[in-house]
């Protein structure tokens, strides 16, 4: 599975920006970019994806080099309930195998929101 | 909408002793996980299901752990005898993800979690 490395932890002041990134240098042609966050005693909720091009949604946007070896998860607003562990994961795109949307998760950033 | 729902959410048992977790996944969805989350690291696949098939199991401790969805629906993770280094919560996901179809797009959605403390 094609690895990504992000940093063990970040802080953030409430209402700025947050800039997370992901590196992930073995990426394949066909690999999407994942985002998950996992608040406190809660299990892991979607944020967002992307295969080349960058996406937004309510959430957050989603920032990919051109090269597409790494990645930026774009807070706009961070609030106190944005302190989370961030996964950037890669999920093969390629159907019919067994490796098809089997997400592997490293360890993340943990996110820490200073009011 | 429902979500995953898991039980029970706190389980303490003895070394040795036996326990059962039990997920049942959102409505429609083939695609069923667990993953075993030890405290301070990310969630690890234990093993993944399309319908009622298994698709993964390679990181299953098989002379303990075990996993069934019978009737392509709810599911069942059991774990006999526990060891001490079995203390985690267990995470059910599911996913509208068809192995067969390959749509990309599908998220996974996780339940809360049913946290396991083996004295």
């Known amino acids: 599975d094609a690895k990504t490395t992000q940093p063990n932890s970040m802080e953030s002041n409430e209402e700025e920006p947050v800039h997370l990134p992901c590196n992930h240098s073995?990426?394949?042609?066909?690999?999407?970019i994942h985002w998950y966050r996992q608040l406190p005693s809660q299990g892991p909720e979607y944020v967002i994806h992307g295969l080349t091009s960058n996406v937004n949604n309510r959430m957050a946007s989603l920032a990919i080099a051109e090269d597409r070896k790494s990645s930026t998860l774009i807070l706009h607003r961070a609030t106190l309930r944005d302190a989370a562990v961030y996964y950037c994961i890669l999920r093969d795109g390629r159907t019919g195998l067994d490796s098809s949307y089997k997400l592997i998760f490293g360890s993340g950033t943990r996110l820490l929101v200073r009011p | 909408e429902a979500g995953v729902a898991q039980s029970p959410r706190y389980k303490i048992i003895e070394k040795r002793q036996s326990v059962a977790f039990w997920c049942n996944p959102i409505s429609g969805h083939a695609t069923l996980y667990w993953y075993q989350q030890i405290l301070g690291q990310g969630p690890k696949l234990l093993i993944q299901f399309q319908n009622n098939g298994v698709v993964d199991d390679s990181q299953l401790p098989k002379d303990r752990f075990s996993a069934e969805r019978l009737k392509g629906v709810d599911s069942t993770l059991k774990i006999q005898p526990a060891k001490l280094e079995d203390s985690a919560v267990y995470l059910c996901?599911?996913?509208?993800?068809?192995?067969?179809?390959?749509?990309?797009?599908?998220?996974?959605?996780f339940g809360e979690g049913s946290r396991l403390t083996v004295l």
């Open positions: 073995t990426i394949s042609g066909t690999d999407y």
């Open positions: 996901a599911s996913s509208l993800y068809s192995y067969y179809s390959g749509a990309n797009t599908g998220e996974l959605f």
